[in-house]
């Protein structure tokens, strides 16, 4: 609509020569008009006074012909021209018959749509609100909490505000202020929750002053040096949104939540805030819940001779029944458990003093919430932030990589997923991608997890299942393990030391990945295998079937630990599985992770074995493709190395048929320059009926026919008599 509004006050501007001019506005929210209290204008545009139809009208020069063309005038004349900054400060009538104010509307005012003229309510909208504050203009808002207009705006009074633009422009037409109108469709705001179209209301609300005492300053201060944000990127985030925030608007017109703990004189109307008043409610709301402030009398909380700094009226008084914002809630936790939970408290200053990481992890819609709200929080009371470390996540997508939402039915629940395949699934999930990305989930990810989670969870079996005899009173030292074990004990040292410091540089995708490598590539493939021989078919107290069971106890106990962080059930059900676990700490997770030193070089061994074992196999591959060799454990094998390798494989020499899972390796030297290479063929050994190995020491006849010496060793030392 285009509304006039008469000259009213024009003294000391061009104006006052142009009695009866009228002042065009435009407007899409004709609603909005009873709240007028002023006329925005660009001092730098060209206006002009239009003659038409035998009125005058003024608008800018540049709508001349677009009003023209809305307003459906024949002809039209201009009488004068003046800049805007010249009658700022001019009076008009605004329809509702109150005074208006021309005023300088930088920089909301635009050119390419409507009169120049920009229709001012300060009580309706966030830009009229800023250039009403700047030129003190009344904030009217003559609209009630459930949107009518109230008593000032007759005849619309207790008419819904959405229900009545039609009826407004026909009262502006009968009171001859409508120039012109047209309908057409424009973007508008909508609640994001119902989806139906909002208004605003300028209402009286608490706030925080965000650049009281140069709290902004101190905020922005240790944003900058006082938190370490990954990924560092999440700096300039919180940095910009804490540097343009307004002042922090503390209620909410709630149902539900924390009362704002104030008083209003009911004589004078003014609300206040008394500390006796504060401290009452803080004592019933420990006792009765944060509802109390809601349900008792308002008695219960004024103090004695309680008086009213404003009128200084001893009542009656009224309470406050605005909440205060959830994210000044979500902002004091930090506040709240180091007062309810003294242990915390202190963990919490010792972790200061020791430069150890207090850590917050959220996503990135968090940087204009809980870690700014936490921030706020405690640089007011405290001058230090609530947490020394900020790590901001992605989203969680589908399987296609799309944002999960209800109305796309894409949603997987977390609880769907923990009663079908339990918490450490969720827990493995969410840490095997690189947090710092979005990270996608659905079916197939998450059985894809299940299989690896599996893996882990049956390493953990075998070694407990073969550690069930063993307790760490018996283990040998490492010194007197064999050469193979010690190989993978200094490798397991090495790889634990790097999952640790993966675990401890947030790479937790790296430390998952890392933990899988061990127990399915080197544990479950190599080592595991390996040992069974030993395991299985040795003395119980065989020195080579201790130094297996040395070499799981450690892989068990790192392992666990290792796998904590993420696995945090099955690591405990694991801890507790074992009493020489349960003898060391209560949890896994009150455990200490062993300190050993890891020397340079120290994975080097093992990854020459494996390299070994690797040409071995792939020798044998072929003859167990032709069905020449049903298993590798028929083979003989010859390894053809250059003479420093070969003398390297020396020392593994009675080992490396175990190590190998063959029958016989025979080391030859090649000369002084080249590769490893090997060749297979089928042993004629016999194989020993207990132990299942090939050697040439099997028995043919008597009453150790069908077994090798060593097993006939081990079941005289056992006392198990071979049968006749």
């Not at 008084?317 to 309810?340: A, C, M, P, Y």
């Not at 020798?619 to 028929?634: F, G, H, S």
Request: with cysteine.
């Amino acid at each position: 609509v285009f509304v006039t509004f008469p000259l009213r006050d024009a003294a000391g501007t061009p104006l006052a020569a142009h009695e009866g001019v009228r002042a065009v506005a435009w407007t899409t929210t004709p609603w909005t008009l009873p709240a007028n209290r002023g006329l925005m204008v660009d001092p730098n545009a060209t206006y002009a006074i239009v003659e038409a139809g035998g009125s005058s009208y003024l608008i800018a020069e540049s709508r001349i012909e677009a009003v023209a063309t809305a307003a459906g005038w024949t002809a039209h004349r201009t009488r004068a021209r003046l800049r805007g900054s010249e009658f700022i400060g001019a009076r008009v009538t605004a329809p509702w018959g109150n005074e208006s104010r021309v005023v300088d509307g930088t920089p909301f005012v635009s050119l390419d749509d409507g009169t120049g003229l920009v229709h001012c309510a300060p009580g309706h909208g966030k830009e009229d609100f800023v250039v009403g504050q700047r030129n003190g203009l009344e904030i009217a808002c003559p609209v009630d909490e459930a949107g009518r207009f109230t008593a000032e705006v007759e005849p619309f009074v207790g008419r819904s505000v959405l229900d009545v633009n039609d009826d407004v422009i026909a009262w502006l037409r009968g009171k001859g202020l409508l120039l012109a109108q047209s309908r057409f469709t424009h973007a508008y705001p909508h609640c994001w929750r119902c989806r139906k179209p909002v208004i605003f209301r300028a209402t009286k609300q608490w706030f925080m002053i965000v650049d009281h005492q140069g709290h902004r300053d101190r905020c922005l201060d240790l944003i900058e040096h006082a938190v370490r944000w990954d990924p560092p990127t999440s700096q300039n985030r919180i940095r910009e949104s804490v540097r343009v925030r307004p002042d922090w608007c503390l209620s909410r017109q709630r149902a539900w939540g924390v009362g704002i703990p104030a008083l209003y004189c009911e004589p004078c109307g003014e609300a206040f805030l008394d500390a006796g008043v504060m401290s009452r409610a803080a004592d019933v709301t420990r006792e009765h819940g944060s509802d109390a402030w809601y349900e008792l009398p308002v008695d219960r909380f004024a103090p004695e001779g309680l008086r009213c700094p404003h009128c200084g009226g001893a009542g009656p008084w009224r309470k406050e029944t605005d909440i205060l914002d959830v994210w000044f809630d979500s902002g004091s936790t930090w506040r709240s458990v180091q007062r309810t939970h003294p242990g915390f408290a202190e963990a919490y200053t010792r972790a200061r003093a020791e430069s150890r990481p207090i850590v917050y992890i959220e996503g990135p819609d968090q940087h204009r919430g809980w870690f700014n709200s936490s921030l706020m929080v405690s640089a007011g009371l405290t001058g230090r932030a609530p947490y020394t470390d900020v790590l901001t996540h992605g989203w969680v997508l589908d399987a296609k990589g799309r944002a999960m939402h209800k109305s796309l039915g894409n949603v997987l629940s977390p609880l769907d997923v923990i009663a079908k395949s339990g918490a450490d699934i969720v827990r493995w999930w969410a840490l095997a991608t690189d947090w710092r990305s979005d990270v996608r989930c659905g079916d197939e990810i998450l059985q894809r997890v299940a299989d690896a989670y599996r893996k882990v969870r049956n390493t953990f079996r075998f070694l407990l299942g073969n550690l069930d005899d063993f307790t760490p009173a018996v283990a040998l030292p490492e010194s007197r393990w064999t050469r193979v074990d010690q190989a993978f004990g200094a490798f397991l040292r090495a790889r634990l030391a790097r999952i640790r410091a993966d675990w401890e540089q947030r790479l937790f995708h790296r430390a998952i990945d890392g933990l899988l490598e061990l127990c399915t590539v080197d544990l479950s493939a190599i080592v595991l295998d390996v040992a069974k021989d030993r395991l299985y078919t040795l003395a119980p107290d065989d020195p080579a079937r201790r130094s297996a069971q040395s070499l799981l106890w450690r892989a068990l106990h790192d392992l666990t630990l290792a796998a904590s962080p993420a696995l945090a059930f099955t690591a405990e059900e694991v801890w507790q599985a074992h009493p020489a676990l349960r003898a060391e700490a209560e949890s896994v997770h009150l455990a200490t992770w062993p300190a050993d030193e890891v020397a340079a070089g120290a994975e080097d061994e093992w990854l020459f074995l494996k390299s070994v074992r690797d040409t071995a196999n792939a020798a044998l591959e072929p003859l167990r493709a032709a069905k020449t060799l049903n298993t590798t454990a028929e083979a003989e094998v010859v390894l053809r190395a250059p003479a420093p390798i070969a003398a390297r494989l020396a020392d593994y020499a009675d080992e490396l048929p175990g190590f190998l899972i063959v029958a016989r390796v025979t080391v030859e030297s090649s000369g002084d320059a080249g590769e490893i290479t090997a060749t297979g063929s089928k042993t004629s050994w016999p194989r020993c009926d207990r132990c299942w190995t090939y050697r040439n020491d099997v028995a043919t006849e008597g009453a150790s026919a069908g077994l090798c010496a060593r097993c006939v060793a081990v079941l005289a030392a056992t006392g198990r008599a071979v049968a006749g």
